[in-house]
């Protein structure tokens, strides 16, 4: 008989912590703030690189497939925010309530940007999992912060590739282009900074749970989120 999958409680309190991040970035990408007068980013950043780095934790010591998994919960959930706070935008505020216009600047997303932030995580997320997995066979284990760069350069370009053209579409290709730049390069910059904190955590994390998964001869299909064992 197939024994069914066995998860630690740190797993899922890291991957409560990887969905509350998500969200979290969402609802902090409606502010903007400035470094210089050249720079504005989104607060998202400040957030947003911990998935990532949560996410190398998940590949690094319970193998591709469990981060997947963890990846499509982290979507659901997502979603089912965006959609509960759009079901609250449309309905219809009380009188004496006078917080309408700030609360639907917050939840109001517009379609495509709700549909790009969406499947952008969903891409990205995945391709960072799927080379840092990859990457892992290959090299034997050996090189985990070089792994871990590389993988999240791969998911941050295409986070931002998906992300960007889509939620401000019309902006011209050269802006658009430096905006790109801009926030990838810090959010890599801010994941570089706390490397070695991470590289800390997931060998410490790999003694505790007794784990250190290779993922040899899996399917990479990102579809495929019941193949757990």
């Not at 497939?65 to 959930?77: D, E, S």
């Not at 801009?182 to 590289?199: D, G, R």
Request: charged share 15%; proline share 3%.
């Amino acid at each position: 008989m197939k024994q069914k999958a066995q998860f630690s409680a740190t797993f899922l309190f890291l991957a409560v912590l990887f969905t509350v991040c998500l969200i979290t970035s969402n609802l902090l990408a409606t502010k903007v703030f400035a470094i210089g007068a050249k720079i504005a980013l989104p607060c998202a950043v400040l957030v947003f690189p911990i998935s990532y780095i949560l996410n190398d934790c998940f590949t690094e010591v319970y193998g591709y497939r469990k981060a997947r998994l963890v990846i499509w919960l982290a979507f659901a959930m997502n979603f089912l925010v965006v959609m509960f706070g759009q079901i609250a935008v449309w309905l219809p505020a009380a009188g004496f309530w006078k917080g309408g216009e700030h609360f639907n600047f917050v939840f109001g997303m517009a379609p495509r940007v709700v549909f790009a932030s969406l499947f952008a995580f969903l891409a990205g997320s995945t391709l960072n999992s799927l080379v840092l997995s990859k990457m892992k066979v290959a090299s034997g284990g050996r090189r985990f912060g070089w792994r871990a760069i590389v993988s999240s350069i791969c998911g941050e370009l295409c986070d931002s590739a998906i992300f960007m053209p889509i939620a401000f579409w019309g902006t011209p290709l050269k802006t658009l282009a430096w905006m790109m730049l801009v926030q990838v390069s810090f959010k890599v910059l801010y994941e570089i900074a706390v490397l070695p904190l991470t590289a800390v955590f997931v060998k410490r994390l790999k003694t505790s749970e007794g784990i250190d998964v290779y993922d040899e001869g899996i399917s990479y299909n990102p579809f495929k989120i019941k193949d757990l064992s």
